[in-house]
């Protein structure tokens, strides 16, 4: 019996630009381009061990095994690794969140740059952070992002631009920013984000108005992150998560991922910024809200949001690094 297996750490992380939005399917590429900060300390740690004695692979997340679509698209990103190491073997995959999973907390991400890397690096193939990142975007563009740390930018896709990946603009020790996430609510989220963005591309009407204006907000969340600017990078990433969340409500039928305990949330940030703290306020395609704000006001910004009505508790985030083999 012939057993090869690698363990890897990969961080989550959050849009400050968001991408939302496909310019080829098959392919997965974005119709947009999108900027995320890797955070730690939200990690998925995954095992994969291509097992000769196996009949079929098998996947396990935070130790239930998975079934139906979560495994159909990890056994695509396997197929994709035995093909490339030409080897046959099934593999055992085992991953586990230190974090809600498929809450809108970006554990796709994550979850599918661990999964590249650990199969990439259980059959010894040469760390290559490009084509993880390609690799990684296929199966979920957010998680081309997580196999860098700091500051990663996914640039839009043009149709056809099978190896198009994310690269790093600044890495996690440039700006000492803290991400304050208001949980608020731990369930599966209704309907998950590759759903969700091809319904909004073939029914909403600000679909267009979306994409066209996420290139100016992009520009300026770059250019915010690199001047350390948060005014900037804040009001930039509010208006892409309120554009983002506009296009997915006049969606038919209507995706409101939203809940009570967001907009509560968000009243908390307003009231923050009227009292002189600086933090902007981001969601994804889940109910929970998380706050940018400054290292030093990160206390009191979890405190403010940990005492708001329906939140349900806090996590404080800070830039982390890039995807880590550790066995
Ligand atoms: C709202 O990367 O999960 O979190 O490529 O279809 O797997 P697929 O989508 P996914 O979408 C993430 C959307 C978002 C915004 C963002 O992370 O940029």
Redesign the pocket.
């Known amino acids: 019996m012939t057993q090869h297996s690698a363990t890897v750490i990969a961080r989550a992380?959050?849009?400050l630009?968001?991408?939302?939005g496909?310019s080829d399917v098959a392919l997965?590429l974005?119709a947009v381009a999108?900027i995320?900060v890797t955070l730690e300390p939200m990690r998925t740690e995954t095992t994969v061990t291509f097992d000769d004695a196996l009949a079929a692979d098998e996947v396990s997340l935070n130790g239930k095994r998975a079934d139906g679509k979560p495994l159909t698209r990890a056994i695509k990103v396997l197929d994709q690794v035995r093909a490339l190491a030409k080897r046959s073997a099934h593999a055992r995959v085992e991953s586990s969140n230190n974090f809600p999973t498929a809450s809108?907390l970006?554990s796709?991400?994550s979850g599918?740059a661990a999964l590249v890397a650990a199969a990439w690096s259980a059959v010894d193939l040469p760390r290559d952070d490009v084509r993880w990142s390609a690799l990684a975007?296929q199966?979920?563009?957010?998680?081309a992002?997580s196999i860098y740390g700091g500051f990663v930018e996914l640039p839009r896709g043009v149709p056809g631009d099978a190896g198009l990946a994310a690269h790093p603009i600044a890495p996690a020790d440039h700006w000492d920013v803290r991400v304050v996430v208001a949980v608020a609510n731990e369930g599966p989220k209704d309907v998950?984000?590759?759903e969700g963005?091809t319904l909004s591309e073939r029914t909403s009407p600000y679909y267009r108005a979306w994409v066209d204006s996420s290139d100016k907000l992009v520009e300026e969340v770059r250019a915010g992150i690199l001047a350390r600017d948060l005014t900037k990078v804040g009001e930039a990433m509010e208006q892409s998560t309120l554009a983002?969340h506009a296009c997915m409500m006049a969606s038919r039928p209507g995706l409101i991922y939203l809940q009570p305990a967001t907009l509560s949330a968000l009243a908390t940030v307003k009231q923050l910024r009227r009292e002189g703290v600086e933090v902007y306020a981001t969601m994804?395609?889940g109910p929970h809200v998380k706050a940018l704000c400054h290292a030093r006001d990160a206390e009191k910004v979890a405190a403010a949001l940990g005492s708001t009505p329906m939140v349900l508790r806090t996590l404080t985030a800070q830039p982390g690094g890039a995807l880590e083999r550790i066995s």
């Open positions: 992380n959050i849009a630009a968001k991408y939302w496909k997965n974005p999108s995320s809108g970006a796709s991400a599918f975007r199966a979920s563009a957010s998680a992002r998950g984000s590759t963005m983002m994804d395609a």
